[in-house]
């Protein structure tokens, strides 16, 4: 799986400079992926590759 977290930054000050080169309709969902949370099974939408979601993982990390 190709990941695209650098270009996303990017793509946004694009956007706001101009239309022409603005890539939003890729960006919507594009790097979504739908996960079930290992922990709580909560279903969720992240463009990380984790499998929790973000309450979890917070506990996890404090
Ligand atoms: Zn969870």
Redesign the pocket.
Known sequence: MVKRKKTRESKIMVGIRCQCQDRAVERAGSQLRQVM?K????IFKTNRATY??F??EKKKKN
């Open positions: 949370c922990e709580c099974g909560k929790f979601c309450n979890c």
